[in-house]
T-cell receptor, first 114, second 113 residues
Framework: KAGVTQTPRYLIKTRGQQVTLSCSPI?????VSWYQQTPGQGLQFLFE???????NKGNFPGRFSGRQFSNSRSEMNVSTLELGDSALYLC?????????????FGSGTQLSVL | GENVEQHPSTLSVQEGDSAVIKCTYS??????FPWYKQELGKRPQLIID?????GEKKDQRIAVTLNKTAKHFSLHITETQPEDSAVYFC????????????FGGGTRVLVKP
């Protein structure tokens, strides 16, 4: 089985722009979660989607949004980018059938905001 | 919400020695506690997990212990090897209705040959 795929691998944007990141989960997985990883804040939960519905949400501003498609692929959007949004954005997939599951992470999208 | 604290932030051990990483959590409703290992430039990978109905779990050289009363859990790595060098993250979740993990700040482990 192919692993979790995230595109693009790297992104450079300027303040005020918006960006869309993509995540393709492992085949058969219906849950996709997004995490922000920074050296200072570690790994922080953004949101989780399951069967096209947002099932959990972290404590990020409304500029961060996401969606999930019928094939379980997910996108994350960040609008009005700020310097502090520079981070590695990781998505993770799981079957989603029960809580407390093993998450399979993608390699991440490294976002730099200038 | 849940808060997970992890100590130490860095740990240097001699090859063959043991390494112990400790985490505490704040929400008594949390019942699922995974540990992820992230090698430099790589994605996090689950190495072991424990649920609140179990006090200890082992998998070869790694083990995790959970003290629900004190709300803390620990990762133990025995007979450390250079390939154990990585950042280790503990996490906690309520294990119901989804996969919202709250991570600790991470421990950078360096195993010196």
């Amino acid at each position: 089985k192919a692993g979790v795929t995230q595109t693009p691998r790297y992104l450079i944007k300027t303040r005020g722009q918006q960006v869309t990141l993509s995540c393709s989960p492992i085949s058969g997985h219906r849950s996709v979660s997004w995490y922000q990883q920074t050296p200072g804040q570690g790994l922080q939960f953004l949101f989780e989607y399951f069967s096209e519905t947002q099932r959990n949400k972290g404590n990020f501003p409304g500029r961060f949004s996401g969606r999930q498609f019928s094939n379980s692929r997910s996108e994350m959007n960040v609008s009005t980018l700020e310097l502090g949004d520079s981070a590695l954005y990781l998505c993770a997939s799981s079957t989603g059938d029960a809580g407390g599951e093993k998450l399979f992470f993608g390699s991440g999208t490294q976002l730099s905001v200038l | 919400g849940e808060n997970v604290e992890q100590h130490p932030s860095t740990l240097s051990v001699q090859e063959g020695d043991s390494a112990v990483i400790k985490c505490t959590y704040s929400d008594s409703a949390s019942n699922y506690f995974p540990w992820y290992k992230q090698e430099l430039g790589k994605r996090p990978q689950l190495i072991i997990d424990i649920r609140s109905n179990v006090g200890e779990k082992k998998d070869q050289r790694i083990a995790v212990t959970l003290n629900k009363t004190a709300k803390h859990f620990s990762l133990h790595i025995t007979e450390t090897q250079p390939e154990d060098s990585a950042v280790y993250f503990c996490a906690a979740s309520k294990g119901t209705a989804g996969n919202k993990l709250t991570f600790g700040g991470g421990t950078r482990v360096l195993v010196k040959p």
